[in-house]
């Protein structure tokens, strides 16, 4: 069990909790243990992070059968690994039967979760979680145990299933339709397996919809018939809508469709955009620069026809400045990270060779195998870091260094850049401005699925970035 002090530095350091929610958070948080012996399931709070996509786990308590054999406190939980718990979060309502996936600590092991959301204020503050293997709730076949679920036959409640069984089908999108009195009475398999992909366990036919929604309360009715939404889980995009319908009974519609590969389209092109304007800003400072050594040489000369010449070449100089394009072009294989930053160091320090500053570039850490779209993504980002070093970390210094470590973890591995220069004081949205903070945050988030941390003071500036290296299968 973790101490109050233990929880609130964790709330503190990771949450936008009050000092009132964080008292109900320890409050709850002695309860814990009773309940897990009492009902042998280990039982876990967790938070949500500044990132509406993480949750921290603040508090555990497990039952003698206990599959952990590590302590999860402090860990963060992002929301393609446990989807209960982040509906918790955004819908504040209870999520039961959900399966969730636990890695190192409980050797590859599905559980599933009964999440309840903790409130204060009537504001969700966090999730008490009660878990077991999925093993426990599997019948003597093998099969998933439906015993809380009610056996229903959908064509003696919704006799019209028999033609939208068929025609259903022929749609790639989930539909689900909701009877007068809030029920699933029909879903198609698109629906089945959306929810089986987000976890749920058991059929949603005859469940409550308000206890199953994904998008939360019911928009439609007889007066506002059409409702659409986008929403984000589980790491995919969803467009929603629901349809009202009455004629001798009502009837809700909702249309489920996964836009993710729409949305990542547009985040690629958002990033190709974001590195050409980055590559053609720098490559037109640079001749710009030359422009006006150009321009300070023009001016010396009294020959009218040297000065003639200089200005064509002036003029040239900003002619391709203004027409200037960049290609990008990736491979397929996977590669050893450490010698891809080693590269990258080789090619940094050649280009600063001719400068008046010393740096020392270091590497160390953890060698293994990324593929090619990761090695990629974390070479722009090493470099838009090694860059703003050398530009500002070491003003009237002659001398520094910069160490560049590599952390392999399970699931989400880390990469620390830091220097010994003068440090700074990071400000959020000052700095978010500047276009080489946007390329690396919109790299780190979009791209590499992770996070991003600055820390700076008078003994220099260090940036910690994660990414997603293991993909696990449920």
């Not at 059968?65 to 979060?89: C, Q, W």
């Amino acid at each position: 069990m973790s101490s109050p002090d233990k929880i609130r530095s964790l709330l503190k350091e990771h949450t936008y909790l009050t000092e009132s929610d964080i008292d109900k958070i320890i409050s709850l948080s002695s309860k814990i243990q009773s309940m897990a012996d009492e009902g042998n399931k280990d039982v876990f709070i967790d938070c949500p992070c500044k990132d509406p996509h993480e949750a921290v786990v603040v508090a555990e308590a497990n039952c003698k059968d206990t599959i952990y054999e590590l302590s999860m406190i402090g860990y963060i939980i992002r929301d393609d690994d446990e989807p209960a718990v982040f509906r918790t979060f955004r819908l504040g309502t209870e999520t039961q039967n959900v399966r969730a996936v636990s890695y190192v600590t409980t050797n590859g092991n599905v559980l599933v979760q009964n999440v309840t959301p903790i409130k204060n204020a009537k504001k969700t503050i966090g999730s008490l979680i009660v878990e077991n293997r999925l093993e426990k709730t599997l019948d003597a076949d093998g099969q998933i145990s439906r015993a809380n679920s009610p056996i229903v036959d959908k064509t003696n409640i919704f006799p019209q299933s028999i033609n939208l069984d068929l025609i259903s089908e022929c749609i790639d999108d989930a539909l689900v339709i909701i009877g007068g009195g809030g029920s699933v009475v029909f879903r198609n398999s698109e629906a089945c397996k959306l929810y089986e992909d987000f976890g749920f366990i058991r059929d949603i036919i005859g469940c409550q919809y308000e206890q199953i929604s994904l998008h939360g309360t019911i928009m439609v009715n007889q007066a506002n018939k059409f409702h659409s939404q986008e929403l984000s889980m589980g790491g995919k995009y969803y467009r929603v809508k629901q349809y009202y319908f009455h004629d001798e009974e009502e009837f809700i519609l909702v249309i489920i469709k996964n836009i993710t590969q729409i949305k990542q389209t547009e985040e690629t092109l958002v990033s190709k955009s974001t590195a050409i304007q980055e590559a053609h800003h720098r490559i037109k400072n640079n001749l710009q620069m030359i422009h006006s050594l150009l321009d300070m040489q023009r001016r010396r000369l009294t020959s009218g026809e040297g000065k003639s010449a200089l200005e064509d070449g002036m003029n040239r100089i900003l002619s391709i400045s203004a027409t200037h394009e960049i290609l990008l072009k990736t491979g397929g294989d996977t590669v050893s990270l450490i010698n891809v930053i080693n590269k990258i160091r080789h090619n940094f320090l050649t280009f600063i060779e001719d400068s008046l500053y010393n740096i020392i570039i270091t590497v160390s850490g953890d060698d293994f195998e990324v593929d090619t779209d990761i090695s990629a993504s974390i070479s722009l980002v090493i470099n838009e870091l090694l860059q703003n070093s050398f530009k500002y970390a070491f003003v009237g210094r002659k001398n520094g260094k910069i160490d560049i470590h590599v952390k392999e973890v399970s699931v989400y591995s880390k990469i620390t850049v830091s220097d010994n220069g003068n440090g700074f004081i990071f400000n959020a949205k000052r700095d978010a401005s500047s276009l080489g903070f946007q390329i690396v945050q919109n790299i780190v988030k979009n791209k590499l699925k992770g996070r991003m941390d600055v820390k700076s003071d008078e003994n220099g500036t260090m940036v910690t970035f994660d990414f997603k290296t293991l993909k696990h299968s449920e």
